[in-house]
């Protein structure tokens, strides 16, 4: 679903289109046509959360993606404890919003290979839990996205989604193995010049359709938990919660194309 994305520390364009005009599509699909560059090979790691690397993680704080998200992101909806990352969304306001959420973003893009995180997530209508990768306008590329998106009203099911220069393709959503709510779940997908393949708790759940566009460019890394009273029949009726709900990541990880498991609980370990 399209959504404006902002860079740490500057703000940046994203998901946009269907929202505020076709003409950032025309734009980067013009980008995308001018420029089939090579996806560089980013640095492979597994973050655990013993402490937050910030030479790794930037954090968003002190704006919100557009008018249509009803939360502040902000470093008080943000905190590392006890090996865990905790994304946060509470009544908190500020200068434009009754709400603060959380989110980080990598400070370095990746290409090809697999991506990986292991998180449980609070049940609530309106609010969206997501694992995703991204690059934009405002980083000089077109509109590029994978994502795993757990609206949060139905803590039962993961939506799965590409964007192409900034247009949607293969979205489809999947049940997952218990609800989200109830524990942690991993969600892992594989990026390489043939395709994109969707895994949860190493599962196939899903996989790009033969000949479909696919993303070229390397993107940064996000986890964030937020909300909107704008979109009913995607992210159900937002109802304001009593008390404040969290997103706990375990770990996120990226391993590059061409190396084996790097750590027990990749997917590269039972695929290999």
């Not at 949060?152 to 989200?180: C, E, F, I």
């Not at 997908?189 to 460019?217: C, N, Q, R």
Request: charged letters at 20%.
């Amino acid at each position: 679903m399209p959504k404006i994305r902002l860079s740490f520390p500057a703000v940046h364009s994203g998901r946009l289109a269907r929202f505020f005009g076709a003409a950032l599509v025309t734009l980067g699909l013009a980008l995308s046509a001018a420029s089939a560059e090579e996806i560089p090979q980013g640095a492979s790691f597994f973050d655990d959360f013993d402490s937050f690397d910030e030479s790794r993680w930037g954090i968003s704080d002190g704006w919100a993606n557009g008018t249509w998200q009803n939360c502040q992101w902000s470093k008080d909806a943000m905190s590392v404890s006890d090996g865990y990352l905790h994304l946060r969304f509470r009544r908190q306001p500020t200068e434009s919003r009754d709400y603060i959420c959380g989110e980080i973003q990598s400070r370095n893009t990746y290409g090809f290979g697999v991506y990986e995180a292991r998180f449980h997530t609070s049940r609530g209508s309106g609010l969206n839990a997501a694992f995703f990768t991204y690059i934009g306008p405002h980083h000089g590329k077109p509109h590029d996205e994978i994502d795993f998106e757990v609206l949060t009203r139905d803590t039962s099911r993961v939506s799965l989604n590409t964007y192409v220069g900034g247009q949607p393709n293969n979205g489809k959503s999947v049940p997952l193995p218990h609800a989200a709510d109830d524990g942690f779940i991993t969600y892992s997908f594989i990026w390489s010049e043939e395709g994109i393949t969707w895994y949860v708790d190493g599962v196939k759940m899903h996989t790009t359709s033969a000949g479909s566009p696919l993303p070229t460019h390397a993107q940064k890394i996000y986890a964030s938990f937020w909300g909107s009273d704008s979109f009913p029949n995607w992210m159900g009726r937002f109802d304001e919660p009593e008390q404040e709900l969290t997103m706990t990541v375990d770990w996120i990880a990226f391993t590059a194309q061409g190396e084996s498991c790097r750590f027990p609980a990749s997917l590269l370990c039972a695929l290999e």
